[in-house]
């Protein structure tokens, strides 16, 4: 208190503040981006470690063995697959009951708001079969699910027929304590949405759907299964659900623990862990598995059926088997212990994964950066847009006589520009999928496309704005007038930020990184057509476009600038949907607030 | 003056209409920040129909609203949106108080200005910052998000808001009778308005040139004659509530649940984690600490600015705000109603800034982390926490950056806007 109050100390710091402000400013953005950069170095990250008790000192061992009869389970569903041309119903719900489960089916239907051309589906129709292991042991009060989608092609039939010969398997077991959900589920995410829907007897996304007929407990733990090849070499693990929402790292461990016990392969981010840390090599490794999660989280997409069991509060991973690396084999039956260990460790749990981390990045299986450590890689980036507030804040006793004239001209030349790049933000957020019906009319496009490049025309139409702004306003815009405008808008982008990065960090900081700088620094008096380009550079439909490179770069499949151009596009495609299908955030706050919060730093630029 | 009022109610009105018909209205009506245990609607529903069927509506431990409360509602449940929508409009009676206090304050400056150093008259407002104040405040309190967001939550928080604005009016016309029942009235609906007695004393006393001396007889004589207005009417307000449902149970489930905190939901105030922490046997002795903290300001606040009633009200009215044991949003938008009545004051505040940063970051923040903490449960009840104690830093920062800068206006006023040191350099006043 005592530098808050002392006058002279307060006026000592203020000029210290003023002053040194843009050196302050630098060394914060480059002590940022060394500290994120760092993250990934091993002496500063934190060896992972199991806190939950009642999976760590449990003895638990695997004996399944038919790793055979899943193989032949998985060629039968493949021909009665082939034959029904889809889901193969019947006789999945007899294959099911033949072992012993309670076996019920849902049917779902969905129309996309416009057609997915990726996985090429507009009217979706499907039917979830499921089963359910009633636990011996316990008053069936809480429940586990293995889930393995039924995909078009060839593909992921191991998945159903470990799933079935898991089922067989842990009907002759005694020691289930919770009921046992196995589930297979029709058009991956869509199902999978449809099947949580009707479990929790919610429905937010306006899907259609049969009313589950048989029910287990509460869900604590969930994971699934992708498997596409008999012989597996590795399994991936991948954490990543919807909006960049992550599941208990407690769960991570566990499957990394089994992956030891059982000498397994494993991978995340489908890179393999290196133990040469201290060359350069070696940090390059870390660095880019930390940032392929960065990156995947940052777009807010569930990378695996898991994800949307995160937003029920329901703890779950994906287990992609993965075909790659020669020289390491493995059975289906190795598979299957795997699944048995963790299954059995997760029957043994007393209470919700809680003990261990929900915020983290993982620069390997057995390093995490917990959030104490990412954090201040944000903060410092925050801090900049503060230090910039408080230096206009200087004549802040100008702008409060200002903002407290009731209908003077200070309000109006804030409010224009803050009302008019909202309402440009509230049309790129409605009209691309309204208007797609219009647009293929009159223009020989496909709806995907229309979509697409609606939302691309109306983004670049913003920046034709703030001329039609200053001609709103009564008279010329004055320099008290943007400064006003500019500390309203570094407040705002700072709290937008602040926000994001809580719930989502990686797009916060993804956002905060190339926002920062040149918001920060923007005023009418800088060269108009260089600071421009600067500012469109950095804007976020850039953004977007720059982490589909690297994104292509990190997963070694680089990508020529026209690829890289159809890949954005379907980017944003996928985004529009995938906020559609299931809720995902990223859309909605990039079009109706970090885009206008942008538009308003253009403004400024453009102040006369 | 009285067009941007009008359009300014037309543009309050149809904020209110819209949102109450959006599908917003429920989102916000569950909000924690918006509605406490005290306050929310559906539990004054549920008192309705506990009522109406003949039960008591206290039976249970979901209704804590007064029994007139439930009475008004019962005639008007049909109407509720209206009342509502209305009740907010009685907060801008606080907006024509101003008018005559302005008045009067010039002319006690007229009379007083060959007292004040010349250099001080800069200090002093002029008639037409004056003439603008009913409307910043009404505008203040009209299209302030918080109390928008507690009267489309029809959170009964915008009534007692209501009944305190109409004593603060009644008070500065000099209607003492009027002033001791709607005083009555506030403290029979939630308490804490018990310490709104002292500023209002004052102001009357001040008003009617009684010097505050204790061994005076006209002093005692007003003191007693106020007591007995105030006292006598909440007593026949509480007799009045005991025959119309012919029982005593409202007092425990009314004033006990405020005294003795037992619910522990989540809200933007202190008591809940730190009782939902504590071992249950130290809980009376930190409730009694935790309580005292509304009544004990009143002391020496009373004793400093005893000469300035109507910024005491201001003080007291936002400690009761920020140490109240279930406050919410729309608690704190009454007394930043009073902020545009104290402009006067704003060359003197040092952390506005920082407090307003604070208080729109934590406003924000509050739902963010509710969200992690509550559906996606990757957060805990520490994170939320965390902002409510930076909300009330920035509540508690804001009340002593006015207090401070009260001060130092009088400072000011007395000795003069420009102070030399003995030597003759610059001086600064520190508050230590």
Known sequence: MGLLSDPNRRKALTNLLTRLNAPICMVCYLAAIVWFMGLAFEPFTLRTYMSENAMGSTMVEERFSSGERALSLAKEFDAHKTKAGGMPVEWLVKAMQARGLEVFTQSFSRKLPFPDENKERYMVRGTNVYGILRAPRAPRTEALVITAPCSPGNSNNQAVGLLLALAQYFRNQIFWAKDIIFLVNEHDLIGMQAWLEGYHHT???????????GRAGSIQAALSLELSSDVITSLDLILEGLNGQLPNLDLANLFYAFCQKLGVLCTIQGKLQRNDWDTAEGYTHAAQTMMLMVL???????????????????????????????????????????????????????????????????????????????????????????????????????????????????????????????????????????????????????ETEAVVLTAVAIYTAGLALP?????????????????VLKLTALLYLAVLLGCTALINFSLGFVLAVTLVPITASMTPHMPKALSALAMVLLSPAFTILYCVFIYQELIEAPVSVSEGWMLFLSVISQGILDHALYGSLVYPLLALFVYPCWLMFWNILFWS | MAAPLTLLLIVAVTIRAVLFRSSLAELISERVEVVSPLN??????????????????????????????IYLFHFTVDYAEIVFMVSPYFVDCL????????????????????????????????????????????????????????????????????????????????????????????????????????????????????????????????????AFIYVGSLVVITGLSFFLLGSWDFIPSVYGFIFSVPDLTPNIGLFWYFFAEMFEHFRLFFICVFQINVFFYTIPLSIKLKEHPVFLIFMQIAIISIFKSYPTVGDVALYMAFLPAWSHLYRFLRNIFLVSCVLLACSALFPVLWHLWIYAGSANSNFYYAITLLFNFGQILLVSDYFYAYLRREHHLIHGLYLKKKDGTEATLVLK
């Open chain 1, 203 to 213: 429905n937010i996304t306006g899907m259609e759907y049969s009313p589950l007929q």
């Open chain 1, 296 to 446: 995947k989280q940052a777009c807010g997409r569930s990378w695996g059926d898991h994800g949307l069991f995160l937003r029920y509060h329901i703890e779950a991973a994906s287990i992609r088997g993965i075909n790659g690396f020669r020289h390491y084999k493995m059975d289906v039956a190795t598979i299957g212990r795997l699944l048995e260990g963790m299954v059995r460790k997760l029957n043994n749990l007393l209470e919700r994964l809680h003990q261990s981390y929900f915020f983290y990045l993982l620069p390997s299986l057995s390093r995490f950066v917990s959030i104490g450590y990412y954090m201040p890689a944000f903060g410092l980036l925050a801090v900049i847009l503060l230090l910039r507030v408080s230096f206009p804040g200087l004549m802040l006793h100008v702008c409060f006589s200002v903002s407290l004239q009731p209908s003077g001209p200070g309000v109006l030349t804030v409010l224009t520009p803050v009302v008019i790049s909202h309402l440009t933000g509230v049309a790129l957020y409605l009209l691309p999928v309204h208007l797609q019906e219009m647009a293929v009319e009159h223009f020989p496009v496909s």
């Open chain 1, 467 to 483: 001329h039609n702004t200053q001609r709103l306003l009564s008279g010329e815009g004055t320099e008290q007038g943007w400064k």
């Open chain 2, 40 to 69: 929310a609607w559906k539990r004054v529903v549920e008192g309705l129909a506990l009522l109406d069927l003949g039960v008591s509506p206290y039976s249970g431990d979901v209704f804590h609203e007064t029994p007139l409360m």
């Open chain 2, 95 to 226: 907006s024509c108080f101003l008018a005559p206090l302005d008045r009067f304050r010039k002319q006690k400056y007229a009379l007083e200005s060959d007292r004040y150093p010349a250099d001080c008259l800069e200090l002093l407002r002029s008639p037409k910052e004056m003439f603008y104040i009913p409307l910043k405040v009404a505008m203040f309190y009209l299209l302030n998000p918080f109390t928008i967001l507690s009267c489309v939550a029809k959170s009964t928080c915008g009534l007692n808001n209501a009944i305190i604005a109409l004593f603060i009016f009644c008070t500065l016309k000099g209607s003492a009778l009027l002033s001791g029942i709607l005083l009555a009235l506030a403290t029979y609906q939630s308490i804490y308005p018990l310490t709104l007695f002292a500023p209002a004393l004052l102001f009357f006393l001040q008003r009617l040139y009684i010097p505050v001396n204790l061994r005076r007889s006209s002093f005692w004589f007003f003191t007693l004659q106020y």
